[in-house]
């Protein structure tokens, strides 16, 4: 029997902050590009797009990775539930991998594991959100940072990262942008999306600069130690006794197991203002109403941490520094394509297209749109990561396959160039 609501109307509806946070992801746009794809193209379509290298044998994690996951699902001691917080042991694990050369020690207390380093990223803005606060975020960034602020309600001020130095943070913007509401400032390094990698005398800049305005940094740092040019990766956990730090990692990147959901927010904070400002409290408060990664991927972690050998990594950033070679070569030879810095880390290269020389090419959008549609190559606009007219290219595949994407990227250029 069929029954009908009297009042014509119903008392739900859908959430439209869910909505507005869902417009502006990384995934929706690359969804959109793949539905623009020519279906009688016989090549194979060419990814320029995602971050996700572990479709490709030459990325493949370690053997120890795997084996660590085998044992520690094979020794039953990981199908109950963990604590919120995380296994202790995992924490530990993480702790001391994290000690590496700091001037100061962190303890499994200061580590809360998380489902990737998205969940992190959730739980740091949960707790910072509060009626009129602000956050500053970097424009070119991870969008991914304001569908979360959107969700939060917490206010989005965007400071930028200067093509023309190298992507260093524009620090006059962060103390003109903020003011008495905001609460932390973000920085993503090694650089997604723009392939930077930030020095020490810069990285100390920013921690004066937050520590000044009385604000933490959140330093995410998910592709730590990708690093291959002349530019030493040094973590903003370094400068935690002039600011609060709040460190975003993951085993996704550096293991290249995006799939696994493992990653970590860690609290970098010798004087202790987090816990005199409750933010500590807050983090475990929000982990005690949320999910929390698979119990066995926890368990693996310090034999994950300990087994893997340094040759696999200085695999890993040997074909990155290979990759990057490669993509900025090529796209030197691109005349309507400019590169303003040659990737040193991460895992992509910001670009910009000199659209006045192109016909019927608009916007970024429409030149990615067409790119996919007549050449079968995926690459993000630059309008998803927050600069228009940009492009974001991903070089972490297969060589091959980066020279053929790159290939076709040219001839589509060649092929929409203006008749002089």
Wanted: glycine share 6%; with cysteine.
């Amino acid at each position: 029997m069929q029954m009908e609501n009297g009042s014509g109307e119903w008392g739900f509806q859908g959430k439209q902050e869910v909505n507005a946070a869902a417009a502006i992801t990384v995934r929706g746009v690359l969804n959109m590009l793949m539905g623009n794809l020519n279906k009688d193209d016989s090549r194979p379509v060419i990814p320029l797009g995602h971050g996700d290298p572990s479709h490709f044998p030459s990325f493949r994690t370690s053997p120890a990775a795997e084996d660590a996951i085998v044992d520690a699902l094979r020794s039953a001691k990981y199908n109950c539930y963990a604590p919120t917080v995380g296994i202790l042991a995992a924490r530990r694990a993480i702790a001391d991998y994290l000690n590496r050369d700091l001037p100061y020690k962190l303890s499994p207390d200061d580590v809360f594991l998380t489902s990737g380093c998205t969940q992190a990223i959730e739980v740091a803005l949960a707790v910072l959100s509060r009626p009129g606060a602000n956050i500053l975020l970097p424009r070119p960034g991870f969008p991914f940072y304001e569908a979360t602020a959107a969700y939060n309600c917490l206010e989005v001020r965007h400071f930028d990262l200067l093509p023309e130095k190298g992507w260093e943070v524009d620090i006059d913007a962060i103390e003109s942008l903020a003011d008495e509401n905001t609460v932390a400032m973000v920085i993503i390094n090694p650089g997604n999306p723009c392939g930077n990698v930030f020095s020490y005398e810069h990285l100390k800049k920013v921690a004066e600069t937050a520590r000044k305005l009385g604000i933490l940094v959140i330093a995410d740092e998910v592709y730590d130690n990708l690093a291959f040019g002349s530019t030493q990766y040094v973590p903003m956990r370094m400068f935690a006794s002039t600011v609060p730090v709040l460190t975003l990692g993951s085993i996704s990147k550096k293991w290249i197991v995006p799939g696994w959901r493992l990653g970590w927010l860690v609290t970098s904070d010798p004087n202790g203002i987090l816990h005199k400002y409750g933010i500590i409290e807050s983090i475990t408060g929000f982990l005690n109403i949320s999910s929390d990664p698979a119990t066995f991927i926890q368990g693996a972690i310090p034999q994950l941490i300990e087994n893997t050998k340094e040759d696999f990594f200085s695999k890993i950033i040997c074909i990155l520094r290979e990759a990057a070679d490669i993509s900025y070569n090529i796209i030197k030879e691109i005349p309507c394509i400019t590169c303003p810095k040659k990737p040193e880390g991460s895992m992509f290269v910001m670009v910009k297209p000199n659209l006045s020389m192109l016909e019927d090419v608009n916007d970024d959008m429409e030149f990615c749109l067409k790119l996919a549609k007549e050449e079968s190559v995926i690459i993000l606009p630059g309008v998803a990561v927050g600069l228009k007219n940009w492009l974001r290219i991903t070089f972490a595949i297969e060589s091959s396959y980066l020279e053929e994407g790159l290939a076709r990227l040219k001839a589509f250029c060649q092929r929409h160039a203006k008749k002089q």
